[in-house]
T-cell receptor, first 116, second 114 residues
Framework: AQKVTQAQTEISVVEKEDVTLDCVYETRDTTYYLFWYKQPPSGELVFLIR??????QNEISGRYSWNFQKSTSSFNFTITASQVVDSAVYFCALSGRRTGTYKYIFGTGTRLKVLA | GAVVSQHPSRVICKSGTSVKIECRSLDFQATTMFWYRQFPKKSLMLMAT?????????EQGVEKDKFLINHASLTLSTLTVTSAHPEDSSFYIC??????????FGPGTRLTVL
């Protein structure tokens, strides 16, 4: 079965704190893709990162970093020195041939609140 | 690059009327587009996959006669909510497939049926 679990429904942090959003996935595909999207209050989904299953290197982009571990089927997202503008809902997604035409399976999202 | 637009961004209509939502890929061609529905504080629910020049593929439980999808060109897909009712009120989001199969999302359309 294809599944994405974001166990953290809501997280609140104080500005400048680091925060990690968890994502655990299940798939039988050997080739698959993982994504993170940000959905601010405006509603528009913003693409953050795409990672394929053969690339386990961690990625850093400014204050954002991602840790992909196939051994634990996790693709966690860390925001360093969080800012109020980071407040949003973050979705992790999985796609692969078994989902069909590279459709996405979304997690339920994690609502991040960064307090000033 | 990879911009997807949706029109309208917000629509209010009376029960029983039909509403058409447009999804356009502005700077790239998309043979595949997707339509999602999102309820407040919930995740995105895939409604259907729209393929240019062919019939859409609907997810289980989605009424194809209720939600008509047309993908007439490589840059335009439309979703028509027919005979809308209050329970159809929701946030509708489209996405278009990029060359690496990543999805680029439109800004969404908030539909309110009175």
């Amino acid at each position: 079965a294809q599944k994405v679990t974001q166990a953290q429904t809501e997280i609140s942090v104080v500005e400048k704190e680091d925060v990690t959003l968890d994502c655990v996935y299940e798939t039988r595909d050997t080739t698959y893709y993982l994504f993170w999207y940000k959905q601010p209050p405006s509603g528009e989904l913003v693409f953050l990162i795409r990672r394929n299953s053969f690339d386990e290197q961690n990625e850093i982009s400014g204050r954002y970093s991602w840790n992909f571990q196939k051994s634990t089927s996790s693709f966690n997202f860390t925001i360093t020195a969080s800012q109020v503008v980071d407040s949003a809902v973050y979705f992790c997604a999985l796609s692969g041939r078994r989902t069909g035409t590279y459709k996405y399976i979304f997690g339920t999202g994690t609502r991040l609140k960064v307090l000033a | 690059g990879a911009v997807v637009s949706q029109h309208p961004s917000r629509v209010i209509c009376k029960s029983g009327t039909s509403v058409k939502i447009e999804c356009r890929s502005l700077d790239f061609q998309a043979t595949t587009m997707f339509w999602y529905r999102q309820f407040p504080k919930k995740s995105l629910m895939l409604m259907a996959t729209s393929n240019e020049g062919s019939k859409a593929t609907y997810e289980q439980g989605v009424e194809k006669d209720k939600f008509l999808i047309n993908h007439a060109s490589l840059t335009l897909s439309t979703l028509t909510v027919t005979s809308a009712h209050p329970e159809d009120s929701s946030f509708y989001i489209c996405s278009a497939n990029g060359i690496y199969n990543e999805q680029f999302f439109g800004p969404g359309t908030r539909l309110t049926v009175l």
